[in-house]
């Protein structure tokens, strides 16, 4: 829903790093030596010198002679230009062939389409060496069987990616919207699959190309590809080889040069894919600094965070200067829209802010206990985490039953079996039918409703005394959602522990929690009792919000609001109120000033000017 | 239009199972349904891009709007492109002023619009396309909710403006509720409900549809969700 | 795995071994002329050479041919080469051993050293931390992919068995002599699998059951090797298995640099030699190998992965 976060696709660049800088500068030189290489040492490539044949290095020949007397470092320098064509052929002649076979399938009539697939599939995993040996016992020894073999053996991979990249395509929406608007077969296929799969496939025939000049080396070294009088790195390795008990330094040229072009041609292509890959993100939970105690404790208070701040490097603050406190038994809903920091308020009381942010507070309590002083075992068993995916949430590769015993198995010292009758129990106490057995299935055995209920229980294994729960039910249908948002209401009233539910769904959270804590660009702009929200919402913002929900008693000919603009980005945020430029109510004073959050009546607090 | 005796099946799996609706012109009929109950692929039939038996009668062209802006979009056109794919170059301005976006954003890349502008551009494609059946799959579902109501205000406009039929779908019953005519309750790949917006909220006959009705979140008589 | 993805591959295996004899069958048809000429050379008489290929069947109608090819393979018999007169099944058989010890030994040591160090690396590096550790990292296993192995038998012969004299330069006799050719064979693939499994543990660490068996406050140990390492072992697995037919392969070049007496030298000879009897059972038996490992590698994983059909790998 609106929680998944996706970044957008960013315009792509590829990142000068060390590696890719050294990979461009092999690559570039190898390229000039292919074209200068024989100019200038062709003469002395060829040049035979009967009275220093078969000699090491020295210093007028510093990789040595050959048999015949030929100087080794110009045959090298010149066996480049030769190596890398010999490469650059295979490959365009595999990247032609795998093309082609690639889109076959899409052309073809299902049986043939099938049968090309299969072939494909099967030819993937034969090792190129294999089938370039085949196609040398065909053509016979020489460097047009090499070619032709390891252009077979590139041809597989190729057909390969086409066909997986044209079916994405293919199968995405903005083609499907396409044959829809009656844009022609052949109009589709230039204008919308080629251009997304182009690129793709040019990667992959720059990083082919490393391949191949090594496959052919290969084979050359073998004596099965390129024959005298030709010769390419792998020829020169194969006649130093046998003379390496000798003159060691004889097989050194080549094979450095070889080694050089491949390293050179893999460093460049990482590089490039690299930069295409859109990688996500991940995260991993700071050390929480240590935060300095100011006023006075709440005695109440199970949860007491006052001035929380998470930043990120380079000046974005999504929290700014968040207090908020939760008693026993008490659920407090913390609401905004995405962007408004209210996910990340979560992982900084949950310690599990990714990095490299870091978090700042006066003071984040826990049962009256600094969470930066408690140890693991007391956070881990005192803490109950909920998020949005119940799938991704458990480990695949466990059973359920073996997930919730684990807790009491590492903090408590639990013997396994009691562990086990433990988190059965509390299966049974999150209502899961059939307990017993549930314990013992993997996740993706089990529904949604049923996986989030099971980790709810994971979080009831501890003597949780805050409940912290991410979006839990987006996710889910509306039905099983009020199933959960009952689970979790009759969990709190019966552990005593405090909950704090996230959502940015405003009904979901007036339905479900006692007090509500509205979010705007990182900051609480307003603090409510949940049954005032309908009626007694002070904030422009929150009441804007409630208004452009539509409920089941909507005035249906009225048009619904909405709000104009966009939530300002973390890094964007202005010194006066964030949500001044969207307010109809803003004055002057409301972009250059910000306003304080205040009491606002007995129970609530509002930050605006307007208001209060 | 009407659609008429429409099934899909995937393998031994029914997804629709003989599904009659009836979608006149200026009138949104809203079907609403949870994940599995066929709602997405009734959609996807009507618009012919999943195998079906049964007829879609009366429509010339089918038109849809997706769920995901950030897929439906071709990344490497234009917005003007992409809406000239369907309409002609010509026709570009006054699709834009249709769906409200200024005619600055022709010359931009679906990554540089908002969830709700990309939204706005795949209606002006679908419109572009002059369809007399718009559907609509969970076109707001991944939008915020300050976002979502200038977008179902767009779809009411367009239908008085243009006449328009169309298939709203959306798992969101009170949103189906304000932007639809018609709703029509969908569980198990059957249609178990259809009425008059009003009358189905109101007095829902089918269980199901009460079922899902008692479990919207409401602000108003909120009740804690204490048993 | 479901009982009909089982029977699905098997039937996909059998097939492929199917294609795979007529495949090597046509080879010997595929070559330009006349093999047996170009086996025995220009100047051999015309009578050897139709006698020659009389006794092959080679005269005989290429049905009849393709008859005999198969019920002969499938006793067993893969014909006798042209050059010593020895059966080549019996070479094969003496062969075999050595490769596929090789190869099983480089692909268990590619797999023991790889897997942690991928782990650690993702681990030290992850979200962007420390990016000199992750810049040495991606160097070093980008250049190591990148050298073929070729290049790494050589290397260890010149400074191992030449320079140090520590390790026989080549042969097989003895355990100690498996140390450079396995070393050799190992150390690309070491490095593959060592980016996957950092990768790997990268993409499992971000998701959500590990956020939560942090906010558990998992001892980080039990986190990484209980909860992400079996999340991330399907992929390493997969490669891994998909490396040990590329090792097999790769064996060929290891074996012609360590002279190592395995099915690897025997191809090049006879490829070199034109003993085309020997080179049509040696492929014939690397792409029936290379078969096995797959469909072992599908039902190693559909018993791993409980959630997995089998796979099409890529």
């Known amino acids: 829903m609106t929680q998944s976060g996706r970044p957008g696709p960013r315009v792509k660049s590829v990142r000068w790093s ?87 399938p899409s052309v073809l009539p299902a049986r043939g389409a099938r049968l090309v697939t299969g072939t494909v599939n099967a030819l993937v995993a034969f090792p190129g060496l294999l089938l370039a040996m085949f196609t040398a016992v065909v ?42 608007l009656g844009v022609p077969r052949r109009r589709i296929l230039t204008r919308h699959v080629l251009p997304n799969i182009a690129e793709p496939l040019i990667l992959n025939l720059a990083q082919s190309l490393g391949g191949a000049l090594l496959g052919l080396a290969g084979m050359s070294f073998l004596g099965l590809g390129v024959q005298p009088p030709d010769f390419d790195w792998g020829r020169l390795l194969f006649d130093g080889f046998p003379r390496i008990y000798v003159t060691p330094e004889v097989a050194l040229g080549p094979a450095a040069a070889i080694a050089l072009a491949g390293i050179g ?68 809903g913390l609401v905004g829209e995405s962007g408004s920091g209210k996910s990340l308020t979560a992982a900084a009381i949950g310690g599990l802010v990714p990095y490299p942010g870091t978090v700042g507070y006066a003071r984040l309590r826990l049962a009256g206990q600094d969470v930066a002083t408690m140890t693991g075992k007391e956070l881990g068993t005192a803490l109950a985490m909920v998020f949005q995916d119940p799938l991704a949430a458990l480990n695949p590769a466990l059973k359920v039953g073996g997930q919730l015993a684990e807790v009491a198995v590492v903090h408590e010292g639990t013997g396994r079996a009691e562990a086990r009758r433990r988190a059965v129990a509390r299966l049974g106490q999150v209502h899961l039918p059939d307990p017993e057995a549930r314990s013992r299935q993997h996740p993706h055995e089990l529904s949604g409703g049923m996986r989030q209920r099971a980790v709810i229980a994971m979080g009831l294994m501890g003597t ?56 705007y660009a990182g900051r609480v702009v307003e603090e409510l009792p949940a049954d005032r929200l309908a009626e007694g919402a002070a904030h422009p913002y929150t009441r804007a919000l409630i208004a452009s929900l539509p409920d089941l008693d909507t005035d249906r000919s009225r048009p619904l609001a909405g709000i104009p603009g966009v939530q300002p980005a973390p890094a964007q945020v202005g010194p006066g109120c964030a949500f001044a430029p969207r307010c109809a109510l803003a004055s002057e004073r409301c972009s250059a000033e910000r306003p304080e959050l205040v009491a606002h009546g007995p129970a609530q607090r509002v930050a605006c000017w307007e208001v209060s | ?21 009836e979608i006149p012109d200026g009138t949104i009929v809203g079907l609403v349904g949870e994940s599995g109950s066929g709602k997405s692929s009734l959609a996807r039939a009507v618009c012919g891009l999943v195998p079906h038996t049964g007829a879609v009668e009366g429509a010339r062209r089918v038109q849809m709007v997706f769920q995901d802006p950030y897929a439906s979009l071709n990344p490497r056109m234009t917005v003007a492109q992409t809406i000239a794919e369907g309409a002609g170059r010509k026709e570009v301005e006054r699709l834009l002023g249709l769906v409200q976006l200024p005619v600055e954003f022709a010359g931009r890349y679906p990554r540089e ?21 718009l559907v609509a799959d969970e076109i707001t579902s991944s939008l915020d909710v300050s976002v979502q109501g200038a977008v179902l205000n767009l779809v009411r406009g367009l239908r008085d403006e243009l006449g328009l039929a169309m298939l709203f779908i959306s798992h969101n019953l009170a949103v189906v509720r304000y932007v639809a005519d018609v709703v029509a309750v969908m569980h198990r790949g059957r249609l178990v409900e259809v009425g008059p917006a009003e009358q189905v909220v109101g007095e829902p006959a089918h269980d199901y549809t009460r079922t899902l009705l008692a479990a919207v979140p409401r602000l108003k008589g909120r009740t804690g969700l204490r048993e | 795995m479901r009982a009909r993805a089982w029977v699905r591959r098997l039937v996909r295996f059998v097939v492929s071994l199917a294609v795979l004899v007529v495949a090597s069958f046509a080879m010997i048809h595929l070559i330009p002329g006349d093999p047996v000429r170009a086996s025995l050379g220009p100047a051999a008489p015309i009578e050897l050479v139709q006698a020659r290929t009389a006794a092959l069947g080679l005269d005989r109608p290429l049905p009849e041919q393709l008859v005999t090819y198969v019920t002969h393979v499938l006793s067993g018999d893969f014909g006798t080469s042209f050059l010593t007169g020895e059966p080549v099944g019996e070479v094969i058989l003496t062969r075999l051993p050595n490769t596929l010890t090789l190869a099983l030994l480089a692909t268990a040591a590619a797999l ?79 490095a593959m699998i060592a980016r996957i499994s950092r990768v790997e543990t990268l993409r499992e660490l971000g998701k959500d059951y590990v956020r939560l068996a942090r906010a558990k406050r998992l001892p980080g140990a039990r986190l990484h090797l209980r909860h ?87």
Request: proline share 6%; aromatic share 4%.
């Open chain 1, 18 to 104: 060390a590696p890719a800088v050294a990979g461009a500068v092999i690559v570039g030189l190898m390229a000039v030596l292919a074209v200068v290489g024989p100019m200038v040492w062709g003469a002395a490539a060829d040049r035979i010198d009967a009275a220093a044949i078969l000699q090491g290095a020295s210093s007028e020949h510093p990789l040595g002679t050959d048999n015949l007397g030929r100087d080794l470092l110009a045959r090298v320098l010149v066996a480049g230009r030769y190596s890398l064509l010999l490469a650059l052929a295979a490959t365009l002649i595999g990247a032609f062939a795998g093309v082609v076979l690639g889109t076959l």
């Open chain 2, 1 to 21: 239009m009407i659609i008429r005796n429409l099934s899909v099946r995937f393998g031994a799996f029914t997804a629709v199972d003989d599904v009659t609706l």
């Open chain 1, 139 to 180: 053509a016979g020894l020489g460097a047009r069987g090499a070619v032709l073999g390891i252009g077979a053996a590139i041809a597989p991979g190729f057909a390969r990616l086409t066909q997986t990249l044209a079916a994405t395509v293919a199968g995405s929406d903005y083609v499907a919207a396409a044959r829809m």
């Open chain 1, 464 to 519: 949780p005394r805050l409940i912290v729960a991410d979006e839990p039910t987006t996710a889910l249908d509306v039905t099983v959602q009020r199933q959960i948002l009952r689970l979790l209401r009759e969990v709190v009233d019966g552990s005593g522990a405090a909950g704090l539910f996230i959502s940015h769904d405003i009904a979901v959270v007036g339905e479900l929690c006692d007090r509500v804590v509205v979010m």
């Open chain 3, 112 to 190: 023991l050293v790889a897997v942690p160090l991928g782990m650690w690396a993702a681990v030290r590096t992850e979200n962007g931390r420390r990016r000199g550790t992750e810049l040495a990292f991606s160097a070093t296993t980008g250049t190591a992919v990148a050298v073929p192995e070729f290049l790494y038998a050589i290397a260890l012969v010149a400074a191992f068995a030449i320079g140090l004299g520590w390790f026989p330069p080549a042969g097989r006799a003895g355990p100690i002599t498996y140390v450079l050719p396995v070393a050799a064979l190992a150390a690309g693939p070491a």
């Open chain 3, 228 to 314: 992400v390492l079996p999340n991330t072992l399907t992929a390493t697995l997969t490669v891994g298995g998909l490396l040990l037919t590329s090792l097999i392969a790769g064996g060929v070049l290891v074996e012609y640099v360590f002279a190592w007496p395995g099915l690897g030298m025997k191809i090049v000879e006879s490829i070199t030699q034109k003993d085309y009897p020997v080179a049509q059972g040696v492929i014939l038996v690397y792409g029936a190998i290379v078969l096995v490992v797959n469909l072992a590698v599908d039902l190693v994983l559909g018993a791993l992965d409980p959630t997995s059909e089998i796979r099409e790998r890529t």
């Open chain 1, 265 to 332: 041609f893999n460093l460049l292509g990482d590089a490039l894919a690299r930069a295409a890959a859109r990688t996500p993100a991940v995260r991993r939970p700071p050390a929480a600094p240590p935060g300095e105690a100011a006023g006075e404790p709440d005695a109440g208070a199970v949860l007491e965070v006052e001035d929380l701040t998470v930043t990120f490097p380079g000046g974005a603050t999504p929290v700014r200067g968040l207090s908020l406190s939760v008693a026993p038994g008490e659920i407090v």
């Open chain 2, 113 to 133: 619009l908002s969830g709700g502008q990309r939204q706005r551009v795949a209606i002006a494609r679908a419109l572009g396309g002059d369809p007399g059946l």
